[in-house]
């Protein structure tokens, strides 16, 4: 049946819109097969979500120069003044640091970073992203139906490891990329105007590209602060995906500034530098699955960094409620622990449906400290799940009265079914408080909770990477 243009194109709008809704699109197919010009030889069609030209390496030395120079200026820089970096990263830079001069092409250099060895990533093979793919995607789908149409434009980097990944509805995909969309996504749906983003530890640069290649809303300019090992790969990852041009290292004393930013796609930050970004208004900042790993001091230093910068918005997901004595990959008791100038407008208990648990937090900076708003009584009705308890310790944080957090150290011993680890820091917070009314009535119980919660802790294990 030969239907009128006009009907036709209707149709195919149509059509267009309906398998968008699951994810799909329509692309024109081409026979014409690539020709070798010295030869006249047929050449295979190169895959289209791994291009020829990222494993181009002709381009890599100047970029891997770059990086190199980059990471020996910046890993000059004193840190005396800044925390030890712990169990987990001072082993690690040191062996990022004997590898980083013999790397050759980016492609080595990222697929090393995405071995689970060197603590960046946690890649599961394709056999176990090919299982569960489908369901990846219909849970972004449903959680997110205004992006549905969009998912499809969404994927992995060419770069990545191939035995990590596998071709679905046309893209690669991965599990640290579903998992990275997903963050993405829920900012995106919360959040508006995120032109200029920062990131607390950027690892690969991974979530940065995905931020920065989205469909939806890109930001203008990403920032990244990090140790200077983890910054080598986040540079040579992103500048072979953006071009050099486009990627800035700032190794010089002074600050930077809004203007300065807006040239670029993509800024690096050593930590040692941290204060250079003293006059930058931030839209959004996030942490994702790092500072759980991170020592108590280098929690406290972000969380005064984040009050003395200029920010709307701060994201986390990370470690929480996870058990006093089996707290093995945790590096601290409690992370983000914001201050009462932060009010949470996002609160979710285990969004991430893992085997550990997990809080994602939407934050905003608020000018005054946030009194209560009388939902105490209403949170402590009901029963004391995980989502229950993520909502009383943020009142408790927000509001900062020290008679509710007696009453929470209380409750969560007698009906949780194990001890959270967020109670040894709320327990110290009560005994350490200067001139602490509800310490000084109740000194012997909240010593004795101490001493139950110490006891407890040295016998477990944590700290295991």
């Known amino acids: 049946m030969n239907l009128p243009r006009p009907i036709r194109r209707l149709a195919k709008q149509m059509l267009q819109r309906c398998l968008a809704t699951f994810g799909y699109t329509i692309a024109r197919l081409t026979s014409e097969a690539p020709v070798n010009t010295a030869t006249g030889a047929t050449l295979p069609i190169p895959p289209p979500h791994r291009p020829a030209h990222f494993f181009d390496a002709t381009e890599d030395p100047p970029i891997l120069t770059q990086a190199k120079d980059n990471y020996r200026t910046s890993s000059l820089e004193p840190r005396h003044v800044l925390p030890p970096l712990g169990r987990r990263w001072s082993g690690l830079t040191e ?21 689970m060895d060197f603590g960046f990533e946690s890649r599961r093979p394709a056999a176990y992203v090919k299982s569960l793919a489908d369901y990846f995607e219909e849970r972004l789908r449903m959680e997110y139906p205004a992006f549905a149409a969009s998912l499809a434009e969404f994927s992995d980097t060419p770069l990545a490891d191939p035995d990590t990944t596998i071709e679905h509805r046309g893209r690669l995909v991965s599990f640290p990329f579903y998992t990275q969309l997903r963050f993405v996504l829920t900012n995106l749906a919360h959040l508006h105007d995120l032109d200029l983003i920062c990131e607390i530890g950027g690892g690969t640069g991974g979530p940065a590209r995905l931020w920065l290649a989205n469909p939806i809303r890109p930001p203008r300019t ?6 200077p090992e983890s910054l080598f790969f986040s540079e040579v990852f992103l500048a072979k995906h953006f071009g050099a041009s486009a990627v800035y290292y700032h190794t010089a004393a002074d600050r930077l500034s809004q203007r300065s930013l807006e040239r670029y796609r993509a800024v690096l930050v050593p930590v040692s530098r941290l204060d250079s970004l003293a006059d930058i208004r931030f839209d959004l900042i996030i942490n994702t699955l790092s500072m759980q790993e991170m020592s108590e001091e280098w929690v406290d230093l972000y969380m005064r960094w984040l009050d003395r910068q200029a920010c709307r918005f701060f994201y986390s997901l990370n470690y929480f409620a996870q058990p006093l004595d089996r707290m093995v990959e945790g590096g601290n008791t409690w992370s983000p622990r914001l201050s009462r100038n932060w009010t949470a407008r996002l609160l979710q208990f ?7 648990n997990f809080a994602e937090i939407i934050a905003e900076k608020t000018d005054a400290p946030w009194s209560g708003d009388g939902s105490w009584q209403r949170l402590s009705d009901r029963f004391l799940t995980g989502q229950t308890y993520l909502e009383l310790i943020d ?27 967020e109670l040894w820091s709320l327990g110290r917070f009560l005994s350490t408080e200067a001139e602490c009314p509800i310490y000084e009535a109740h000194r012997a119980e909240i010593d004795a909770i101490n001493r139950q919660l110490a006891e407890i802790r040295n016998r477990g294990a944590e700290g295991a990477f």
């Open 95 to 115: 062996r990022l640091a004997q590898h980083i001069p013999k790397f050759e092409t980016v492609t080595a250099a990222i697929r090393a970073a995405q071995r």
């Open 395 to 421: 009142y408790v944080r927000a509001t900062g009265q020290e008679r509710l957090v007696l009453e929470l150290l209380r409750r969560t011993l007698k009906e949780f079914p194990y001890v959270p680890q």
């Open 222 to 227: 990403y920032v990244i602060i990090d140790v």
């Open 350 to 356: 285990n969004s991430q449906r893992s085997g550990r």
